[in-house]
């Protein structure tokens, strides 16, 4: 789930331009104290997946940073989409506290919304709409290109952030149905833990490529220098 604010129609950009990308990939946090030592043990866990995949870089909120996650167990599972300033709550409520879910809010806090909300998703998945309930078709808006990118990485139906065929259902049918073939395996809305792809997306929209590629220069200017100082 998500929070959204309709004077934040800006945010429908957050993932195509920098200004509610984390700077440097650097996203401080505070974590409410009404966590028990289990559920604190699992978020760091899910911390942890996001930097040994990325670089993204979850880190205690210190007195200077402005802009910051407030992780705190409200009412259901709930973020906003990208850097909106300040302290920006991330709920996680009963029921919320599983590495997929958490994974799932803290993608949204970093700049993804839905992945059937893409421009494209008519040529992946059908919404039956007289099967959602009424009051909650705005959870199956779709944006168009001029809001949102791809960022170079097809439909994915095993993204931790596709809802499942059932979500929001007002009875016992599927309020959205593939049209294609979904890959041997692949369970839609699944929130075991993030994809493949949504991996990749995290690493396309923050640059970790070009990261890398700083470090490995930094590092090889670094065995330069000792080599030459060896030689002195």
């Known amino acids: 789930m998500l929070f959204i604010q309709t004077t934040q129609k800006s945010m429908?950009?957050?993932?195509?331009?920098?200004?509610?990308?984390?700077?440097?990939?650097?996203?401080?946090?505070?974590?409410?104290?009404?966590?028990?030592?289990?559920?604190?043990?699992?978020?760091?866990?899910?911390?942890?997946?996001?930097?040994?995949k990325t670089c993204v870089r979850f880190v205690p909120k210190r007195w200077f940073h402005f802009n910051y996650l407030h992780l705190t167990p409200g009412v259901g599972c709930a973020s906003l989409v990208g850097r909106v300033?300040?302290?920006q709550a991330v709920t996680l409520g009963e029921?919320?506290?599983?590495?997929?879910i958490i994974e799932h809010e803290l993608l949204h806090s970093i700049g993804f919304?839905?992945?059937?909300?893409?421009?494209?998703?008519?040529?992946?998945?059908?919404?039956?709409w007289d099967n959602v309930e009424k009051g909650m078709e705005g959870n199956f808006v779709k944006f168009s290109w001029n809001d949102i990118q791809s960022l170079g990485v097809e439909y994915d139906y095993a993204s931790v952030m596709h809802?499942?065929?059932?979500?929001?259902?007002?009875?016992?049918?599927?309020?959205?149905?593939?049209v294609k073939d979904v890959p041997q395996g692949v369970k839609i809305g699944q929130r075991i833990a993030m994809s493949e792809k949504d991996i990749k997306k995290i690493n396309n929209l923050y640059d970790c490529n070009k990261d890398v590629r700083n470090d490995n220069i930094i590092s090889a200017l670094l065995r330069l220098i000792i080599d030459i100082k060896n030689m002195l």
Do not use: M
């Not at 919304?113 to 039956?128: G, K, L, P, T």
């Not at 809802?163 to 959205?176: E, N, R, V």
């Open 113 to 128: 919304w839905h992945e059937q909300s893409r421009a494209d998703r008519d040529d992946f998945v059908r919404i039956n």
């Open 95 to 100: 029921g919320c506290l599983t590495l997929g």
């Open 85 to 87: 300033g300040g302290q």
């Open 12 to 52: 429908r950009n957050a993932i195509r331009g920098n200004f509610l990308k984390w700077r440097n990939g650097k996203i401080p946090y505070v974590l409410s104290n009404d966590y028990s030592e289990e559920s604190r043990t699992l978020i760091a866990r899910v911390f942890e997946e996001f930097h040994n």
């Open 163 to 178: 809802y499942g065929t059932h979500a929001f259902a007002k009875g016992f049918g599927a309020t959205l149905s593939a």
